[in-house]
């Protein structure tokens, strides 16, 4: 693969794209290009990863990446790809929203070097754009019978189409010659589903500087089974800790298909042809290792929680799936490896003094139906707390001993997990 357009090619990471841009790519190894993302949460979620990725891919080869956080366009509502019309957003939403996704993209992309990286947010412009200027200088160029031809808009015909989102599709097209002109970016990318999107830019450009600049899209992913990817039975797999822990996050991708999951290295990862054919290889002679699966989960949770984030990943998924200590994690990390084992919450009394008799934990938690049950539960070495044996009926659990000081885990033989949760309700505690 001697250029970034053929590696992008290998990698399945191009749908439809300017016949001249393969040449552009190659003449100028300096080329601006950009992304835009949508501020219609506080996060960006997986969906948005390939693209994000892809902007990586262009500034790791020489190329200026620019990301624009649609802080105006998200006030109107992109109808690609929808059935029905957004509910609007109102500004402080949109603002926060915008906010906080910059700070995500400053995560991944580099802002130093001759090829730095700029976040830029289109309300800069288009919040001070009359209306007259904006039908001037940009609606002048478009016409209804063109627009009415996009997918975008055709697709939506049936069930209708406001005219605030059917003008998207020109604010987006103004931002790519905003951009022109200030940054001298010739190249959008996008999923394939904003390739009519991408066009209307290259052809203001085209129209109102004279100018050929190009477009690329990346195919949009769903799963093997045809369900649409990035969502899970808890919802959206997003890109920060607070709404997807590292672990959740590192499960997603451990849990793909093997009919995807060389597909989703070549994609998601910056993993080498020659490690991805020797994890192919592995897939087929040892598909139950998973070790493909494993690679992939790895990869892309260091690229989007850092090796910090990684490394909590895997403690708990070692704490769920291979008795590692429990005391190694967070209270976060620990109530998303457990929110599906049942809990009790027991109050803090139970722990004045000396601590809580484990024996009436293990009655609170149902794990024994007496506290007689439960010592012969632990003198037959059934009971665990926090993955490590119970070793005698006499003993207790100080406050010092939970995560964060509030919770703790019983297990009861080889998987019966039991989460204990601390209120602050007073009873006393009784005797083993």
Same mark, same amino acid.
């Given at each position: 693969m001697?250029?970034?357009?053929?590696?992008?090619?290998?990698?399945?990471?191009?749908?439809?794209?300017?016949? &001249?841009?393969?040449q552009?790519? *190659?003449e100028?190894?300096?080329?601006? #290009? @950009?992304?835009?993302?949508?501020?219609?949460?506080?996060?960006?979620?997986?969906?948005?990863?390939?693209?994000?990725?892809?902007?990586?891919?262009?500034?790791? =080869?020489? @190329?200026?990446?620019?990301?624009?956080?649609?802080?105006?366009?998200?006030?109107?509502?992109?109808?690609?790809?929808k +059935?029905?019309?957004?509910?609007?957003?109102? =500004? &402080?939403?949109? =603002?926060?929203?915008?906010?906080?996704?910059?700070?995500?993209?400053?995560?991944?992309?580099?802002?130093?070097?001759?090829?730095?990286?700029?976040?830029?947010?289109?309300?800069?412009?288009?919040?001070?754009?009359?209306?007259?200027?904006?039908?001037? &200088?940009?609606?002048?160029?478009?016409?209804?019978?063109?627009?009415?031809?996009?997918?975008?808009?055709?697709?939506?015909?049936?069930?209708?189409?406001?005219?605030?989102?059917?003008?998207?599709?020109?604010?987006? +097209?103004?931002?790519?010659?905003?951009?022109?002109?200030?940054?001298?970016?010739?190249?959008?990318?996008?999923?394939?589903?904003?390739?009519?999107?991408?066009?209307?830019?290259?052809?203001?450009?085209?129209?109102?500087?004279?100018?050929?600049?190009?477009?690329?899209?990346?195919?949009?992913?769903?799963?093997?089974?045809g369900?649409?990817?990035?969502?899970?039975?808890?919802?959206? #797999?997003?890109?920060?800790?607070?709404?997807?822990?590292? @672990?959740?996050?590192?499960?997603?991708?451990?849990?793909?298909?093997? *009919?995807?999951?060389?597909?989703?290295?070549?994609?998601?990862?910056?993993?080498?042809? &020659?490690?991805i054919?020797?994890?192919?290889?592995?897939?087929?002679?040892?598909?139950e290792?998973?070790?493909?699966?494993?690679?992939?989960?790895?990869?892309?949770t260091?690229? #989007?929680?850092?090796?910090?984030?990684?490394?909590?990943?895997?403690?708990?998924?070692?704490?769920?799936?291979?008795?590692?200590?429990?005391?190694?994690?967070?209270?976060?990390?620990?109530?998303?490896?457990?929110?599906?084992?049942?809990?009790?919450?027991v109050?803090? *009394?139970?722990?004045?003094?000396?601590?809580?008799?484990?024996?009436?934990? +293990?009655?609170?938690?149902?794990? *024994?139906?007496?506290?007689?049950?439960?010592?012969?539960?632990?003198?037959?070495?059934g009971? @665990?707390?926090?993955?490590?044996? #119970?070793?005698?009926?006499?003993?207790?659990?100080?406050?010092?001993q939970?995560?964060?000081?509030?919770?703790?885990?019983?297990?009861?033989?080889?998987?019966?997990?039991?989460l204990?949760?601390?209120?602050?309700?007073?009873?006393?505690?009784?005797?083993?």
């Amino acid at each position: 693969m001697t250029t970034l357009f053929d590696e992008l090619t290998w990698r399945q990471l191009i749908q439809d794209y300017t016949p &001249e841009l393969p040449q552009r790519m *190659a003449e100028r190894r300096d080329l601006a #290009v @950009y992304a835009g993302f949508d501020p219609t949460a506080p996060s960006l979620h997986v969906g948005n990863l390939l693209p994000l990725m892809t902007l990586t891919r262009f500034q790791r =080869a020489g @190329y200026r990446p620019l990301a624009l956080a649609g802080g105006g366009t998200g006030l109107i509502g992109d109808p690609s790809g929808k +059935a029905a019309e957004r509910p609007l957003l109102d =500004a &402080e939403t949109i =603002a926060t929203n915008v906010a906080a996704i910059e700070r995500l993209l400053s995560q991944f992309l580099d802002f130093s070097g001759s090829n730095a990286a700029r976040v830029v947010n289109n309300a800069d412009w288009l919040g001070d754009l009359s209306l007259l200027t904006f039908l001037r &200088e940009t609606g002048k160029h478009f016409s209804v019978n063109l627009m009415l031809g996009k997918e975008s808009v055709r697709r939506r015909l049936e069930t209708g189409i406001s005219y605030t989102e059917f003008s998207y599709m020109l604010l987006q +097209a103004r931002d790519y010659l905003e951009l022109y002109d200030r940054y001298d970016c010739a190249l959008q990318i996008g999923g394939s589903d904003q390739w009519g999107n991408i066009t209307a830019g290259i052809e203001l450009i085209r129209r109102a500087r004279g100018q050929a600049v190009h477009g690329l899209t990346i195919p949009l992913i769903t799963r093997a089974d045809g369900a649409k990817f990035g969502k899970t039975e808890q919802g959206a #797999v997003w890109l920060t800790a607070d709404r997807t822990s590292p @672990y959740e996050f590192y499960q997603f991708w451990f849990n793909t298909e093997d *009919a995807s999951v060389i597909s989703y290295l070549k994609m998601f990862t910056f993993l080498s042809a &020659e490690e991805i054919a020797a994890l192919e290889s592995a897939l087929r002679a040892e598909p139950e290792a998973r070790a493909a699966q494993r690679a992939l989960a790895a990869a892309v949770t260091a690229f #989007v929680h850092g090796e910090a984030g990684l490394r909590t990943a895997l403690a708990a998924t070692n704490i769920l799936f291979g008795g590692g200590p429990i005391a190694d994690i967070d209270a976060d990390t620990l109530l998303a490896v457990f929110q599906d084992a049942p809990s009790t919450e027991v109050s803090a *009394a139970l722990f004045a003094d000396s601590g809580a008799w484990l024996t009436d934990l +293990a009655v609170a938690a149902k794990l *024994a139906s007496s506290k007689g049950e439960a010592r012969r539960l632990i003198e037959g070495g059934g009971l @665990y707390f926090n993955n490590r044996r #119970v070793e005698s009926a006499q003993a207790r659990v100080t406050r010092e001993q939970l995560i964060g000081g509030r919770y703790g885990v019983l297990r009861k033989g080889a998987r019966a997990y039991h989460l204990v949760r601390l209120t602050d309700a007073r009873q006393p505690a009784s005797q083993p």
